[in-house]
T-cell receptor, first 113, second 113 residues
Framework: AQSVTQLGSHVSVSEGALVLLRCNYS??????LFWYVQYPNQGLQLLLK??????LVKGINDFEAEFKKSETSFHLTKPSAHMSDAAEYFC???????????FGTGTRLKVLA | DGGITQSPKYLFRKEGQNVTLSCEQN?????MYWYRQDPGQGLRLIYY???????QKGDIAEGYSVSREKKESFPLTVTSAQKNPTAFYLC????????????FGQGTRLTVV
């Protein structure tokens, strides 16, 4: 069975500072990993995905994530935070042959002026 | 434009009443999902359907029912047996067991009073 752990339910950064949101996964088979963003009272939008090609994945709005098998991690980063990045972020995992997407509990990002 | 439409966006019901949440997609996706979102708990899978006329229970199916009579539609009924139905409900779809992402609707916020 797969699982995802997001460390830190709330993260605060200053505008212009590095954003780092942590995600660790557990899977007995090669995983597919996703980061989504959710603004208040809205659905989830895909930021980026890892599908076993390049380990460094670039997404929308300058977000990127690196798949590290040895650390079972898929942390999300952005070099410079903008006020508009304030939202909740979810990491998710699935595997080939399964229909289920397993989500983490989310990290709420706050950007300070 | 292709996408997933959930209706209504806000729904109020009295305790003890059944209520049905609508989800329609025009992405020609085979798989559809219902998730429940509560603060601090991430997304929890209620039901999913891999194909028309077939569906499986997720992790928290008790007190819910679904149908999948058409590829485009996957309505969720919250029954009076659901002990704590007030939540944000998200519908999603995907192409199936592959490395593709799930696409989400804008959600329905259900409040039971």
């Amino acid at each position: 069975a797969q699982s995802v752990t997001q460390l830190g339910s709330h993260v605060s950064v200053s505008e212009g500072a590095l954003v780092l949101l942590r995600c660790n996964y557990s899977s007995s088979v090669p995983p597919y990993l996703f980061w989504y963003v959710q603004y208040p009272n809205q659905g989830l939008q895909l930021l980026l995905k890892y599908t076993s090609a390049a380990t460094l994945v670039k997404g929308i709005n300058d977000f990127e994530a690196e798949f590290k098998k040895s650390e079972t991690s898929f942390h999300l980063t952005k070099p410079s935070a903008h006020m508009s990045d304030a939202a909740e972020y979810f990491c998710a995992v699935t595997t080939s042959g399964t229909y289920k997407y397993i989500f983490g509990t989310g990290t709420r990002l706050k950007v300070l002026a | 434009d292709g996408g997933i439409t959930q209706s209504p966006k806000y729904l109020f019901r009295k305790e003890g009443q059944n209520v049905t949440l609508s989800c329609e997609q025009n992405l020609n996706h085979d798989a559809m999902y219902w998730y429940r979102q509560d603060p601090g708990q991430g997304l929890r899978l209620i039901y999913y359907s891999q194909i028309v006329n077939d569906f499986q229970k997720g992790d928290i199916a008790e007190g819910y029912s679904v149908s999948r009579e058409k590829k485009e539609s996957f309505p969720l009924t919250v029954t009076s047996a659901q002990k704590n139905p007030t939540a944000f409900y998200l519908c999603a779809s995907s192409t199936g067991p592959s490395n593709t992402e799930a696409f989400f609707g804008q959600g329905t916020r259900l409040t039971v009073v």
